[in-house]
């Protein structure tokens, strides 16, 4: 398992690897951006720093891969890139995190961690991060890319669309649909429906940006 990153979130993604009782010896992190990473991560992981080494763990060892960074625009272009070059986009679920039994939907590739609660009739796509102590109602639905950071609470019968990134403790009230791209500040209550593209902060949050479309960039 490559874990896409190796600072920060992608260090809880190994907990959630440790927790499940995934071989170490079979994971690996990657980071072509930071010059401070040593070349084994705790000793142990080695970090892969190119395309070619990506590659070639795919074919010698497995092709999964999972993302260990925030931002919806940044985890979907490396999800891409990673398929691009052969990986499968691949789950990391906290066996501390409470799922519901009926009607639950989880797209490939998300990150479920510790502490969070998803109750029934839920919908989750591909790439989605919910973070720390979340918490989502039933019947909601929310996009690919989805970014929950910790303590959001989504109440029940809300729909959030792709690339949505909500801020620590936001909160949004039953029934409201956020567009695509839509940004919550932390702390936000969001109680009326969002168009896309747009920047929301404050109790109740009110709209204080327009923001540019999200691009993959894969094919320029």
């Not at 890139?81 to 039994?101: D, V, Y």
């Amino acid at each position: 398992m490559i874990i896409v990153g190796a600072k920060g979130f992608a260090k809880e993604v190994l907990e959630i690897l440790h927790q499940n009782s995934y071989p170490e010896d079979r994971i690996v992190f990657f980071d072509n951006v930071n010059n401070d990473i040593p070349d084994l991560l705790y000793g142990k992981f080695p970090v892969l720093k190119n395309e070619r080494q990506v590659k070639d763990f795919f074919y010698s060892t497995e092709n999964s891969f999972t993302l260990g960074l925030g931002s919806p625009s940044h985890r979907m272009k490396l999800g891409l890139l990673f398929e691009k070059w052969g990986g499968e986009l691949t789950s990391t679920i906290s066996s501390k995190a409470n799922l519901g039994h009926f009607g639950v939907q989880l797209g490939e590739g998300i990150n479920l961690m510790t502490g969070s609660t998803l109750t029934n009739d839920i919908k989750i796509g591909r790439g989605a991060l919910i973070n720390l102590h979340c918490t989502i109602g039933h019947d909601c639905d929310l996009g690919d890319f989805v970014e929950l950071s910790p303590g959001t609470h989504i109440s029940g019968n809300c729909k959030l669309g792709n690339y949505c990134n909500l801020g620590t403790n936001a909160t949004v009230l039953p029934n409201v649909v956020l567009g695509e791209n839509v940004i919550v500040g932390a702390g936000a209550v969001v109680t009326k429906d969002i168009p896309s593209n747009s920047l929301v902060v404050g109790v109740p949050a009110k709209l204080v940006k327009e923001l540019p479309l999200i691009d993959s960039g894969l094919n320029k």
